[in-house]
């Protein structure tokens, strides 16, 4: 069965097609729109999927070499409502004019489920830790559309926290990426960031507290902008993987995924790499796969259709929408 994903609940135009054997396109178009303001403004990335839509679906047709897939699949939510109609409308009309199946994917779910399209070896249960600019959260995922949430953040995801100490030191936007690879020059002994707890919820995050700690010592003292990314990034890693390390002990799952934008971040990838070394099975997807992308929505979407989902076409779109 193949199926034409559909992905714009941000800031990514994305369309891809999966079949039987994984992947048969997979094509990304990143709004540049957003770079002059330093964060996504919602308006403006409605318009440029708008402008987009049409090419980046035909590409990803044309690519696979399938010009009426077997079924559609959109993102439905969670997202910014704006962005998400515009792919989601899309593609329901696709699915109507080709009068085949039409589901509703939840983004989050599509990346939990994600690390499963190359890994064959990456089997239920597994800890699914998703970590994007919108979500920061750890789930159990006991199988297809079963899903526990173990903890998540109180406050600011931590692709957010990573987007705004980049901002806070002009270094651009989205600042993830920057902070990666800025990190990787520095020293991350030059200051001292705290490691915050939620009291009374050793599970749970709070990444605002990291950031303003940044915002102080950027205030209070000179700072090589490098050695601040080397020390926000290992304590956003502690945070993330103290976690982590808790919900293996709580739970006996021994095996963990990674998805979600800031998967791409190297700290955090090897750090989670590094507990093969105590028989943990961890799997690190290929960057390209963590952030936003359509074979997440195509993949998730398509687990659905062979379970034997499907989902009308007055389904609507959500700005909220848990997975756990
Ligand atoms: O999953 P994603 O593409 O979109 C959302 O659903 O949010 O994640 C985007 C987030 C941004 O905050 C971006 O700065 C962050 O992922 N990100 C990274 C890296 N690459 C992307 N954060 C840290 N290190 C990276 N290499
Ligand atoms: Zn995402």
Redesign the pocket.
């Known amino acids: 069965m193949n199926v034409l994903g559909v992905e714009t609940?941000?800031?990514?135009s994305a369309a891809s097609v999966v079949g039987a054997d994984g992947v048969r396109a997979d094509i990304i178009y990143s709004q540049r729109v957003h770079e002059a303001y330093g964060g996504v403004v919602p308006e403006l990335a409605a318009r440029a999927h708008l402008e987009r839509i049409a090419a980046v679906v035909e590409a990803a047709l044309t690519e696979s070499g399938v010009s009426r897939p077997d079924a559609v699949a959109a993102t439905a939510g969670p997202?910014l409502v704006g962005a998400v109609l515009v792919g989601f409308s899309w593609a329901k009309a696709l699915a109507r004019a080709w009068d085949v199946p039409f589901i509703g994917v939840n983004?989050l779910e599509g990346?939990l489920l994600s690390p499963r399209l190359d890994e064959p070896d990456l089997v239920f249960p597994y800890l699914g830790l998703?970590?994007?600019?919108?979500?920061t959260a750890l789930y159990l995922v006991e199988g297809l559309g079963r899903y526990q949430t173990l903890g998540q953040t109180v406050d600011d995801?931590?692709?957010?926290?990573?987007?705004k100490v980049?901002r806070m030191m002009d270094l651009g936007?989205?600042?993830?990426?920057?902070?990666?690879?800025m990190a990787a020059l520095g020293d991350a002994t030059a200051l001292t960031l705290p490691r915050p707890r939620v009291r009374g919820e050793p599970m749970a995050w709070s990444f605002a507290g990291l950031k303003t700690a940044v915002r102080q010592a950027l205030a209070r003292e000179v700072l090589d902008p490098k050695d601040v990314c080397a020390a926000f990034?290992e304590a956003?890693v502690d945070s993330l993987m103290s976690r982590v390390r808790l919900a293996m002990k709580q739970t006996g799952v021994r095996r963990l995924a990674l998805?979600?934008?800031?998967?791409?971040?190297?700290?955090?990838r090897s750090a989670a790499l590094a507990l093969k070394a105590d028989g943990v099975e961890v799997f690190v997807p290929p960057?390209t796969r963590?952030?936003?992308?359509g074979s997440m929505i195509a993949y998730a979407g398509r687990c659905h259709l062979m379970a034997g989902r499907r989902d009308r076409l007055d389904m609507t779109v959500r700005a909220q929408w848990p997975v756990a």
């Open positions: 609940s941000c800031d990514e997202g983004h990346h998703v970590v994007s600019g919108g979500h995801a931590v692709g957010e926290a990573f987007d980049a936007y989205p600042g993830g990426p920057v902070v990666d690879r990034q956003a998805a979600g934008g800031v998967a791409a971040n190297e700290g955090l960057k963590c952030t936003d992308n």
